[in-house]
């Protein structure tokens, strides 16, 4: 049966964050998503005058397609699927975590060749720099088992976070946040295990509110990407290729990790030795949406935790760019709010965040009172 906030979340997708307009393409991506939801997300594609276009999967479908995968066999795949996504304008990419250790007992070296040679080339190269896109998990047992939660508890939980969240609200609160980071060069972390410093001269910021990621809210940037060292230590779980990385420690010098610790260090090396540019880093951002307080497991929702901040080894985007590319771009979770450790993040020498709560003025619209209202 149908939720009618599946209907308010599909015109959240089509009407607010990929802005489909008259005549446009939009390529609907679903994996392990009830047909009902597709359904809705077609239909708000035909009302806003679009043309959708649908792609049905599952995580253990895409198993066995990379499981028995050879060179020749993902470079069909991806040739096909980058033809399909070369015609598209739009992109709504929506899972529903069934097993996120889907992938856990296949080979380092196939989920590896299929990030380079698939997910690279239909993604990374085409999807991220040429459509407008937007990705979101749709609520599962296992997502609801993640966040400590009775499955209509979390149903609740999701949906109060992707629809209920004034995003409007949001990206006006980041104007004076984007002005400041627009402007800055030398970025200090310290925490926990923690004692970071890069530049960010020169790169500027990029608001996330809505127009990618549901749930969204972020202001991203980038590091030069010679100028990171130090060491930083991850305080969330991060399950990546099917494994779940525990107490992830990396240290740089001169912006490559030269050292990179966790619970399976040598599997964690192995995704850092994907490609030239896994072992640098492509993404610097500040977490800020006021109703995500707790990790569980699932990257779209831990990178918008209030307080927390992300450092993502591997690829750069486009729209703020260090000049890094790599089949990797792991958005690995740090969370310094009291209850995480705490920590503190300076800028050209001045407190911009502590324990988790910003404290310079360019940034306090970011704040839950400010967000909360």
């Excluded at 998503?33 to 594609?45: G, K, M, N, R």
């Excluded at 503190?344 to 940034?363: N, S, T, Y």
């Amino acid at each position: 049966m149908r939720d009618i906030r599946d209907k308010r979340l599909a015109d959240l997708l089509v009407n607010y964050a990929i802005e489909l307009k008259q005549g446009e393409s939009c390529l609907i991506n679903a994996v392990d998503v009830p047909e009902e939801f597709v359904e809705q997300l077609i239909e708000a594609v035909y009302a806003a005058g679009g043309y959708p276009l649908v792609n049905l999967s599952s995580e253990r479908l895409q198993r066995a397609l990379i499981e028995g995968s050879s060179s020749g066999s993902l470079d069909l795949w991806a040739d096909c699927d980058a033809y399909r996504m070369n015609r598209m304008d739009t992109f709504i990419g929506v899972r529903g975590p069934m097993n996120t250790r889907e992938t856990a007992d296949l080979a380092s070296h196939q989920v590896s060749d299929f990030m380079l040679y698939y997910n690279k080339k239909v993604h990374m190269d085409i999807r991220v720099p040429d459509t407008r896109w937007v990705v979101l998990r749709y609520p599962t047992l296992m997502m609801a088992y993640n966040a400590g939660m009775s499955t209509r508890e979390f149903e609740n939980y999701f949906y109060r976070v992707t629809t209920e969240v004034d995003y409007q609200r949001m990206s006006r609160s980041m104007d004076k946040a984007k002005s400041f980071l627009d402007q800055a060069d030398q970025v200090r972390i310290i925490g926990p295990g923690t004692d970071l410093r890069f530049s960010i001269r020169g790169m500027g910021s990029i608001p996330c509110d809505g127009h990618v990621n549901i749930p969204d809210g972020e202001i991203y940037s980038c590091p030069l990407k010679e100028s990171v060292n130090g060491t930083i230590t991850y305080n969330t779980p991060s399950t990546y290729q099917g494994f779940t990385f525990r107490d992830v420690s990396l240290t740089f010098v001169d912006g490559r990790i030269v050292e990179a610790q966790a619970n399976d260090t040598d599997r964690i090396n192995s995704v850092l030795d994907t490609d030239a540019g896994s072992r640098y880093v492509g993404e610097f951002a500040l977490g800020c949406n006021p109703v995500i307080t707790f990790p569980m497991d699932n990257t779209l929702f831990d990178e918008k935790i209030m307080g927390s901040f992300h450092f993502t080894p591997g690829n750069a985007y486009d729209d703020c760019d260090n000049g890094n590319r790599s089949a990797v771009h792991w958005d690995l979770v740090a969370i310094q709010t009291p209850e995480y450790g705490g920590g503190e993040i300076w800028i050209d020498g001045v407190l911009i965040r502590k324990d988790g709560l910003f404290v310079h003025e360019a940034f306090t619209d970011l704040n839950p009172e400010q967000l909360l209202v």
